[in-house]
């Protein structure tokens, strides 16, 4: 597999779909600071970083559901930047997605961070994807 952060969007939102509680994801570092990003901005319930039984590194995201409507907290996932083609954006013309209601995900130098967290950063960076 080449795009590995696709994958975990894309197992998001399998999960949504198919009104999972939890899902658990092959965790790596960039993943593990978009799952941060997701929780601390309410898209997700938990999360949890833990090792299974081959020994290898996993995710387990506890995903948010209203509890009246059963509707996810998450609507939209979009990969904006792939492997083959990279979208990078200066401070100047960093995204608002839905006019400010979602979050673009951004991997800056300094880290990766929220287009807000950029803007008030000053740096631009590879625009990972969108949530809303």
């Not at 999972?20 to 319930?45: A, W």
Request: aromatic content about 6%; charged content about 25%; hydrophobic content about 35%.
């Amino acid at each position: 597999m080449t795009d590995t952060i696709a994958d975990y969007l894309t197992r998001v939102r399998n999960a949504i779909k198919a009104k999972h509680r939890i899902v658990e994801i092959p965790s790596s570092n960039l993943k593990k600071e978009i799952t941060k990003i997701l929780f601390d901005k309410g898209y997700i319930l938990n999360y949890k970083f833990d090792v299974n039984d081959k020994n290898q590194a996993m995710i387990k995201i506890a995903l948010k559901y209203n509890p009246v409507t059963k509707q996810p907290a998450i609507r939209q996932l979009d990969r904006i930047s792939s492997p083959g083609l990279r979208k990078y954006t200066g401070v100047d013309t960093l995204p608002r997605v839905i006019n400010g209601l979602g979050i673009a995900i951004i991997s800056t130098s300094k880290g990766v961070m929220t287009d807000k967290e950029a803007r008030r950063e000053n740096v631009g960076g590879e625009v990972i994807c969108y949530v809303s």
